[in-house]
């Protein structure tokens, strides 16, 4: 039996699974959330809920006004798009409408205080300086961690783009040694080398991405350089990793570690403790800050829309 517009149920399989690579796991795990809550609220309002036609404009509509004065505007509108998500895999038309636009801006300004996340704060140079000081350069992991630091920065990268949530280190979509051109090694004019890094997976560069590193105060190709030196790391070892001080094995520094050792540093002196995206935050506010060209800052940085510049 052929399932959708005539095509075989394998096919159809196939087309999914191709779909669904365009999409991070976390991303789905997000979708897959928000179908469950609309399903929990038609079982509420004893709605009949049906996957298999297209949910009706009034009752979106509906759905969503149920989220005011509850939910953050960011968060109706993730719950929606889940839905509409849901919709493509199954090949359904959605019904979205300028009505229900309106009515998720509604639901943006009846938004709690409760559920409105405060700004998260930048990291700053004052902070990367801090933060050199105290990191002791003759210890392997510390070299590690001052070379990550400023790349992450100055890159407005996601943490994790570079950084391994645990030790075993998924090399299909965490960059490599081999994968960094260190200035001269990168191309370009001599006065204005730059560092480029290939990002081989990334939150929306599914098939991967080259970033490119300027000369910063603080520079990020410099730390680069003297880390794979001093940690003698292989083309095919991660990018920052370390050798273990007893068993001069290779350790992928892990973001917890990374964020632990730097906010040890940073609370001691009394500064604020951040999270692995205070550091995209902080590296856009530094650019803006120095007179870089806001679309530069933002093609740079991979910004998909203009909410970078509420940094500026």
């Not at 990793?241 to 040890?264: C, G, H, M, Q």
């Not at 803006?288 to 933002?298: H, N, Q, S, Y």
């Amino acid at each position: 039996m052929s399932r959708v517009h005539g095509i075989s149920d394998d096919t159809w399989a196939r087309t999914l699974a191709v779909h669904n690579t365009a999409v991070s796991q976390g991303t789905l795990k997000n979708y897959d959330s928000a179908a469950a809550h609309f399903q929990q609220w038609c079982a509420a309002e004893r709605i009949p809920f049906d996957n298999s036609r297209s949910i009706p404009e009034p009752i979106l509509c509906v759905y969503a006004a149920s989220m005011a004065g509850v939910y953050a505007g960011g968060t109706a509108r993730s719950k929606l798009a889940g839905l509409r998500y849901a919709h493509e895999l199954h090949a359904l038309r959605w019904l979205g409408s300028p009505r229900l636009l309106q009515i998720l801006n509604d639901v943006d300004l009846a938004a709690p205080d409760t559920a409105r996340r405060d700004q998260r704060p930048p990291v700053t140079v004052a902070m990367l300086d801090k933060a050199l000081l105290r990191l002791d350069p003759h210890r392997l992991f510390n070299v590690c961690v001052a070379a990550a630091m400023p790349t992450i920065f100055w890159g407005q990268l996601r943490g994790g783009e570079v950084l391994s949530m645990t030790r075993t280190y998924n090399f299909t979509v965490l960059p490599t040694v081999k994968g960094a051109c260190l200035q001269a090694d990168a191309g370009g004019n001599t006065s204005q080398q730059m560092t480029a890094i290939w990002l081989p997976c990334t939150k929306v560069e599914r098939r991967g991405i080259w970033i490119w590193l300027a000369r910063h105060y603080n520079d990020p190709s410099q730390a680069l350089r003297e880390h794979f030196e001093v940690n003698r790391l292989a083309p095919d070892d991660p990018l920052f990793a370390y050798r273990d001080d007893r068993t001069d094995a290779v350790i992928p520094l892990t973001r917890n570690t990374f964020l632990s050792r730097l906010n040890e540093i940073w609370s001691a002196a009394g500064m604020q403790r951040v999270t692995a995206h205070c550091f995209r935050i902080g590296g856009t506010t530094a650019l803006l800050r120095a007179g870089v060209d806001p679309e530069v800052v933002k093609i740079a940085g991979r910004w998909c829309s203009d909410s970078f510049l509420r940094y500026w």
